[in-house]
């Protein structure tokens, strides 16, 4: 049988590649047994492609067809600043505006005064190992309530009588959720001295995520209606505090199981909120009727 090299020579080869037409079935069959290189070695290959001035492992580069499509980049409106009280009530109308605001201030408030209970407890019962806790917490409390006034101006006295109506309206509920979580604590933690403080910590955590939750769920609404992304950071202050409740938590080995009351105990405390906001509302809309 004659060899390959005698009857298919690389010239035949090197117009195959360099886009000439094969007429000859027997070009075409070398063509389509180019890479066997058991059958036919490496030498007629490598020299076939030295004649067109490339290698055998070279990608031939194609140019791209130009259609003159274009894909313009998406981009997201973000708005220039914050939402003012007159905007945000022009999106949402007064009621739910004054929701989306009020019920997060409101809990946060009720668990900074949880905080400040836990706080005085480690201060009449002496524990020292919790001052340096103590002292971060009682700092982070003062400056997020002194932001919080400079924000409110003239009306921080309107919102603290809103605050004084909230406290009353939640007392007994306050001593409802308080023994269900020192009861929880006393399970949990068996045969420890001060469960009070996990409870109240817990207490203090739980509130403050609910917070954050709701604050999230709320930032999904503002993006929908202004058709932009809206992510608000949580407050430092109030990252810190919870921070420092979770690391106090360790301190009595593991952290305390969160049960279905305990959360109950939250949601409650955010139904108090909205109704003081409802009656609000109500008064404000009364008030505006007389006046006409």
Not at 72 to 85: A, D, F, I, M, R
Not at 95 to 112: D, H, R, S, Y
Not at 140 to 168: H, K, M, P, T, V
Request: hydrophobic letters at 40%; glycine letters at 4%.
């Amino acid at each position: 049988m004659p060899t390959p090299n005698k009857f298919f020579p690389p010239e035949i080869l090197t117009k195959a590649l360099s886009g000439g037409v094969l007429k000859d079935s027997a070009s075409a069959s070398y063509l389509n047994a180019i890479m066997d290189k058991f059958k036919y070695g490496d030498a007629v290959v490598n020299q076939a492609f030295h004649n067109i001035g490339t290698t055998a492992l070279a990608m031939p580069l194609i140019n791209p067809i130009d259609l003159g499509i274009r894909f313009q980049p998406k981009e997201n409106k973000v708005p220039e600043h914050g939402l003012t009280s007159e905007e945000c009530i022009k999106l949402f109308g007064a009621k739910e505006a004054v929701l989306m605001n009020f019920i997060p201030q409101m809990l946060t408030a009720i668990a900074l005064e949880e905080a400040q209970k836990y706080i005085d407890y480690c201060r009449d019962n002496r524990l020292c190992e919790y001052k340096k806790h103590n002292r971060e917490m009682r700092k982070c409390i003062d400056e997020y309530n002194f932001e919080l006034r400079q924000s409110y101006g003239q009306a921080w006295y309107s919102y603290q009588n809103y605050l004084a109506r909230l406290r009353e309206r939640v007392d007994v509920d306050l001593f409802k959720c308080w023994c269900t979580f020192t009861n929880e604590a006393a399970r949990q933690y068996i045969g420890c001295e001060h469960k009070e403080i996990p409870a109240r910590v817990c207490f203090v955590r739980m509130i403050l995520t609910f917070c954050e939750d709701f604050d999230k769920q709320m930032d999904k609404v503002i993006a929908e209606r202004l058709d932009a992304p809206c992510h608000r950071k949580q407050d430092p202050y109030i990252f810190l505090i919870s921070v420092l409740c979770m690391d106090i938590v360790e301190t009595f080995g593991h952290k305390m199981e969160i049960t279905g009351m305990m959360s109950l105990c939250v949601n409650i405390l955010a139904n108090r909120c909205r109704q003081i906001v409802d009656e609000i509302m109500s008064e404000e809309d009364a008030a505006e009727s007389a006046k006409t």
